[in-house]
Each structure stands twice: as structure tokens, then as C-alpha cells.
């Protein structure tokens, strides 16, 4: 099999987490298959990049230099526990301390200018997985494979130039992607590719959103045509609902990419739906696999999947810490234009927008926004809005969750809402705002915070998930 495995932050946070890596990948070589590593930058490290990218647009010099000392530290001591072959030890030094250096020299030159734009935000951000591509490289030299580092513009993706959330351009990418990667895994060397950093075609470095190591894999994946995506990660694979709110949870053995980006969008945080979206349409099969458990199956997901009689319900799974904004007023009606203005406003204060909910009369549009963006996003419309003389109010609640129930058995299945709904009044939930798309596969509705677990587990039974997952 010709397999691309990509390495999450948790998967590389340290040396002897790189360690295992290393062996992951060894094991499945040995097996015959043709590996493509990904790997995303060490546990928090983009965090720390982005942090230190804002204090330096400030002209803090000073935590510059610590932070970079710091991360140089870091990555150092990490090659250091990882690897018991000298010479490998110190190339890898090497290129840590050069990576340093340049990093030390774009975030002061940001600081002197005082100044952060979009393109050299891209640039530090990415450093992340310019160290942990080489340390990995030296991991799987010091176990004995042969390796190579590339940042994924030198592997071959190519992007537009919409710095933070730059998209491929597939054709080209596709080819570029196949002409570095093909010869390297034919002549027995394992591409060790940064996730998350891409280039535009004149080689100014880009970022593909936050999560987009996943979207990396993905977009290498279809390039050179693998059999399968594995996605290594500290859980068994997607699940029924939230283990630790459901004792009775189980494994999602295959699932389809539809039912995995409704999974993904609503709070199963596994794979990034970008990633998902991409894969689905180059019908590439994706698996969730454990580090604990490498000899498990996973979760597969796959174009379509057969749903079994009886078998309405996927999985449950809910985003907590959601406030509702309510934008009001009996002017509203007949005013179609509106809706389009509240998402344009918040949209342009980069505020994420969970769920969206209109009334058949029209006069209110209630929006769920996660917890940290809510005050913003409520003074952003009542600026641009209460002066006109559509909107009376806009309000907002706070300390709720959205609960969605997912399936593809939903689909041109009558009675899926009554029950659900039945479910929460039967237990006591009120529900404040309910939505489902055109497609079926979801229901998503706002409930309390505090009634979640109740009516995850009060779901979950009902559906007898934890006995047909």
C-alpha cells in the first residue's frame, strides 16, 4: 500500500513522542508499504509562533529573543532525546539553529518596523513545522530509514496568496506534488512533509488554516494517488459521542465523509473538514488511527457507506461554551437583504458563525457564536445595526451548548426530529434554537450548557448507539 501518515502536535510534542513516530513508521515500512510522513508542529508551538508574531508587530523586542532562545531550547532538547547517532544528532542541531536564526531575524525585523501584514504572519506561524520536519527527518535516519525534510512548498503545493487561509491550485499542485514525492518514495526515502505551510508560484510562503497539516495530508494523498490518509491520533478513532460524557461509547468502525464533516463542523475536532472535503472529492480513503493502539483498525471513512437497517443515527456530539445572539425587529420582515448584512458584519470582525436559525415570520435571526467572540460579535452589530430602522434589539445569551445528532440513515427517514425532540422533553431540556440542513444529515439544536451531558447520554440510549456503532 502507498501510505500517507500525518502526525498531530500531541503525536510529536517531544523526543521520545518523535521516538515513536519513528517506530509507527518503521513497522509499516517493514510491512512493504510505501510511507509519506506529515507532521505538524510540536504541541502549542504555532500558538507560541502566532503570540510571538503580535508582540513583535508591537515592537517587543525583548520577549522576542526569549521566545526564540526558548524555542530553540525546546526543539534542540527534543532532538537530543530523540536520537543516539552523533552525526545525525548534529546535522539535525544544525538545522534547528539555522531555522532559529532566521526566525530570530524576520520577528525583530517586524518589531523594528512595528509593523505585522497578513504574508509575514505566514511566515512565522509556519516555522513550526520547519523544526519538527528535519528533527523527524532525524528521528527516522537515527532508526535507520532514509528521510528527507521539505517544507510543503518545496514538496510541491502551490497556493493563492489569501495569506491564513491560502487554497491549492490543485492542477498545478497535483503535478508538482507527483515530481518530488514519486521519486523519493521510489528510491526508498521517506518524505517527511511540514503540514499547514504551502508557497504561491513565485515561492512566498503561505498557510493553509489552522488545522491544515489534516488538509496537507489530504492534498499529498491525492497527488500521488494513495491508497489511504492515516490520521495518527491519542484516540481509537471517531466515536458514538464523547467518551467521557457516555460510558457506553463505541467506535465508529466506517463512515462516510459527509457524516465525518457533520461530525467535525459540530465538535468531533479529529479531522479538519477542509481535509475531509478534499478527500471526498478525490475519493480518497481516510482512517483514524491510536498511537496506544497501531494494530487497531481505526475508523475508516469513505465515500458512502451502507446504512444498515435501523441504523438512523451515527453518533451525537456537541460544541459547549456558545452564546446566542438574537437580532431582532418587526421591521425585518420582508427585508431579505439583512441576514446577508449580519453575516457580512460579522465576517469582517473574523467571527465564526456555528449556526443560523431565521424565523418564519422573519422578524428575528438568531445566531450561535462561540463564547469567546460573543461580546464582539454583539457590538459589532448593535454599531452597524440599531441605527437603521429594520433593528429594534440585539441581544445575547450566554452558557449554552448546540447538540447535533448526526446520520445518514436520517435521510428520507420520517419521525427522526419528533423522536429527538421528544428525547429532550422527556428528560426536562429545553431547547432554545433548533437548525437542519437540506441535506438530512444533521440536526443541531442550542440547549443549556448544563443539560448537555444529560441529553447527550439521554440521545445516545435512545438510539441504542452504544449497540450498533
Known amino acids: 500500500m502507498k501510505i500517507v501518515m500525518k502526525f498531530g502536535g500531541v503525536s510529536v510534542a517531544d523526543g521520545e513522542s518523535m521516538r515513536n513516530v519513528g517506530k509507527i513508521v518503521e513497522r509499516f515500512r517493514a510491512e512493504g508499504n510505501d510511507v509519506v510522513v506529515v507532521t505538524s508542529a510540536m504541541f502549542n508551538v504555532t500558538n507560541s509562533l502566532l503570540d510571538a508574531a503580535t508582540r513583535a508587530g508591537k ?19 527534543s532532538a537530543r532525546t530523540a536520537m543516539s547517532d552523533k552525526n545525525v544528532l548534529e546535522r539535525t542541531i544544525q538545522a534547528v539553529e539555522s531555522k532559529c536564526d532566521d526566525l530570530k531575524n524576520i520577528l525583530l525585523g517586524i518589531a523594528h518596523i512595528g509593523e505585522l501584514t497578513p504574508r509575514s504572519k505566514d511566515f512565522v506561524v509556519g516555522f513550526g513545522e520547519r523544526f519538527s520536519a528535519p528533527i523527524l527527518q532525524g528521528v527516522l535516519e537515527d532508526q535507520g530509514m532514509k528521510a528527507k525534510a521539505l517544507t510543503g512548498g518545496e514538496a510541491g503545493i502551490i497556493t493563492d496568496d489569501h495569506f491564513g487561509w491560502a487554497e491549492p491550485l490543485m492542477n498545478v499542485t497535483t503535478l508538482e506534488v507527483r515530481q518530488v514525492i514519486d521519486p523519493l518514495v521510489e528510491k526508498g526515502v521517506v518524505p517527511v512533509v511540514g503540514g499547514f505551510i504551502a508557497a504561491t508560484q513565485d515561492g512566498t510562503h503561505t498557510t493553509l488554516g489552522r488545522g491544515g497539516s489534516d488538509f496537507t495530508a489530504s492534498i499529498i494523498g491525492a497527488a500521488i494517488r494513495a491508497d489511504e490518509v492515516w490520521v495518527w491520533k491519542d484516540v481509537e478513532g471517531l466515536m458514538t459521542a464523547n467518551p467521557a460524557i457516555v460510558k457506553d461509547a463505541r467506535m465508529i468502525d466506517r463512515i462516510s465523509f459527509s457524516e465525518a464533516m457533520e461530525l467535525a463542523h459540530f465538535g468531533a475536532q479529529v479531522i479538519h473538514p477542509k481535509a475531509l472535503e478534499s478527500a471526498g472529492r478525490f ?31 451515527k453518533a451525537i456530539t456537541n460544541i459547549d461554551d456558545v452564546d446566542l445572539i438574537t437580532v431582532s425587529g418587526a421591521s425585518m420582515v420582508g427585508t431579505p437583504r439583512l441576514a446577508a448584512r449580519v453575516l457580512e458584519i460579522l465576517t469582517d470582525e473574523d467571527i465564526d458563525v456555528l449556526m443560523i436559525s431565521q424565523s418564519s415570520s422573519e422578524e428575528s435571526i ?15 452589530l448593535e454599531l452597524s445595526l440599531l441605527g437603521s430602522k429594520q433593528v429594534r434589539e440585539v441581544s445575547i445569551e450566554a452558557g449554552l451548548s448546540i447538540l447535533a445528532v448526526v446520520g445518514a440513515g436520517m435521510r428520507g427517514t420520517p419521525g ?3 423522536r429527538v425532540f421528544g428525547t429532550m422533553a422527556a428528560n426536562d431540556v429545553n431547547i432554545r434554537a433548533i437548525a437542519q440542513g437540506s441535506s438530512e444529515l444533521n440536526i443541531s439544536f442550542i440547549i443549556r450548557k448544563q443539560d448537555a451531558p444529560k441529553a447527550i447520554t439521554a440521545l445516545h440510549a435512545d438510539f441504542k448507539l452504544g449497540e450498533c456503532a
Do not use: M, W
Not at 292 to 302: E, H, M
Open 59 to 77: 515592537g517587543q523586542r525583548e520577549h522576542v529573543l526569549k521566545f526564540v532562545e526558548d524555542t530553540r531550547a525546546r526543539h534542540i532538547q
Open 283 to 313: 475519493q480518497l480513503p481516510f482512517r483514524v488511527k491510536s498511537l496506544s493502539n497501531a494494530d487497531g483498525p481505526g475508523t475508516l471513512i469513505v465515500k458512502e457507506v451502507k446504512v444498515k437497517d435501523g441504523n438512523v443515527v
Open 366 to 380: 438568531t445566531l450561535a457564536i462561540p463564547k469567546t467572540d460573543g461580546s464582539k460579535a454583539q457590538n459589532a
Open 416 to 418: 427522526v426530529a419528533a
